[in-house]
């Protein structure tokens, strides 16, 4: 990394350091530990029982459990705790209406888990509308080829399917996934993972530098490479299968790409100077970066099947932290040539650039939302780095965080959340928040370092 440093300018050191503070990539998975820092009381109520277990044998994962949780972590559910609950019914049968509307839940989860065969388990679960069950008795009719029939319209999903045990996890995330859709009407964003870097203590391990991979929640980490040199900026291919990632195990930023389930990887380049920053094109076929070949840190587009480089910026200033529109027409990225660094954006057949941010004393790592309504960016006032939203259309900005050193944002796929890394207190953690601000979590880091998450798309 000094090699790196000393090639640049004493005015491009001043920034950098900045951009390297956003480009890095360092999370810890080994603590479950979740704080909820805000907004249980704005989400939706809602009752997640038990599933009922048929079988003797102890079961691979609590299923009921995972959902519950997954749904909290949306921002826009608060499940009932267990012990509030007036009973634990399996089916929509056995559910008494009346009581659960008394504890204002309109919506209820309730589920059983049979084990079938050697390591099969059937899963059983449905959604029930208390209210209209409540309203019609459970015993709704309709009309069907001039005849009164009996409907069940309360029972919004009801599903069956045989998993296997390893299969637990992934399954609740899809319960979770379908529950979140049929109530909000947007796609839930469960069955996700996130990449990082974790960084150990230097000093007791020889490889410190980690590329990691966990479902959405932290949750079952993977190891992909190990290196004694700093690994930076991960960030996920469209399809799910490839992560671009930058490294310095030569002793020089190199960017790679690397297949998550063959772990087999590929140096994309290896120019003099700063190679940083990649970012996938909505369509999967270019990557985004930032390279110095040229003298100067500049913004260039790679076409990954011809190797052919197309360079975007052409300034004195430095441009970094380049990503793209949902459409794929234009980059976000940020520049200092206004003076501190802010956001802007070029559109790709015009070569038009514009500015974006105004508020605050500078702005970085800008992301545009699934829907290209809002820009997601680290905003800095007085001196503390908070996470910030800006309308598109009319420029409002809202600061979504209050902790003074929040970095690295990342967006759900489905727009919902935003994953962050934090330093509170002078500990890390990884946080998340809702779009809105109104809801927030965070987990703290046992070991380790935490810095530049990055949200998968959806995986299925």
Do not use: C
Not at 5 to 16: G, R
Not at 19 to 27: D, K, T
Not at 285 to 294: C, H, T
Not at 295 to 306: H, K
């Amino acid at each position: 990394m000094s090699n790196w440093i000393l090639k640049l300018t004493s005015k491009q050191l001043k920034f950098t350091a900045v951009v390297l503070f956003f480009f890095g990539a360092q999370v810890n998975a080994a603590t479950t530990e979740i704080i909820i820092t805000g907004g249980v009381d704005s989400a939706r109520p809602i009752g997640v029982v038990p599933f009922k277990y048929l079988g003797s044998a102890t079961l691979p994962e609590n299923l009921s459990e995972v959902v519950a949780s997954d749904l909290q972590r949306s921002g826009k559910f608060n499940p009932l705790k267990l012990s509030l609950m007036p009973q634990f019914p399996t089916t929509d049968t056995e559910i008494n209406y009346a009581a659960w509307a008394q504890k204002g839940i309109d919506m209820v989860v309730v589920g059983s888990v049979e084990a079938t065969g050697l390591n099969q388990y059937s899963v059983t679960f449905e959604l029930i509308d208390v209210l209209r069950a409540q309203a019609t008795g459970g015993q709704a009719k309709t009309l069907e080829n001039g005849k009164l029939v009996m409907t069940r319209d309360h029972v919004i999903e009801k599903r069956t399917k045989t998993i296997n045990g390893s299969d637990f996890r992934q399954y609740a995330h899809i319960i979770s996934d379908i529950v979140y859709e049929k109530l909000t009407g947007e796609r839930g964003a469960f069955l996700t993972r996130i990449a990082y870097i974790k960084v150990l203590d230097r000093k007791t391990n020889p490889k410190p530098f980690r590329l990691v991979i966990a479902d959405y929640d932290n949750v079952n980490p993977t190891t992909l490479l190990s290196s004694p040199e700093p690994l930076m900026s991960p960030t996920w291919s469209p399809d799910g299968n490839t992560l671009a990632y930058v490294s310095f195990e030569n002793k020089r930023s190199q960017i790679y790409l690397q297949d998550i389930y063959t772990t087999s990887r590929t140096r994309l380049t290896d120019f003099p100077g700063i190679n940083g920053a990649p970012n996938f094109s909505p369509d999967g076929k270019k990557l985004a970066m930032v390279l110095s070949k040229d003298g100067n840190p500049e913004i260039y587009v790679m076409d990954l099947q011809t190797r052919n480089l197309t360079r975007i910026t052409r300034n004195r200033a430095i441009d970094t932290e380049p990503s793209w529109t949902p459409d794929g027409k234009s980059l976000i990225f940020t520049s200092e040539r206004g003076g501190k660094p802010q956001i802007y954006q070029v559109n790709l057949a015009t070569n038009r650039k514009s500015r974006l941010t105004f508020e605050g004393e500078m702005n970085l790592g800008g992301a545009v939302t699934p829907d290209n309504s809002q820009l997601v960016i680290v905003n800095r006032t007085r001196g503390d780095y908070h996470i910030a939203k800006q309308d598109l259309k009319n420029g409002d900005m809202l600061v979504l965080t209050n902790t003074y050193l929040d970095e690295s944002p990342s967006i759900s796929p489905n727009g919902s959340m935003i994953i962050y890394s934090v330093l509170e207190n002078g500990k890390p953690a990884l946080a998340w928040v809702s779009l809105d601000g109104r809801f927030s979590f965070k987990e703290p880091v046992a070991d380790g370092e935490v810095k530049s998450p990055s949200w998968s798309p959806f995986l299925l």
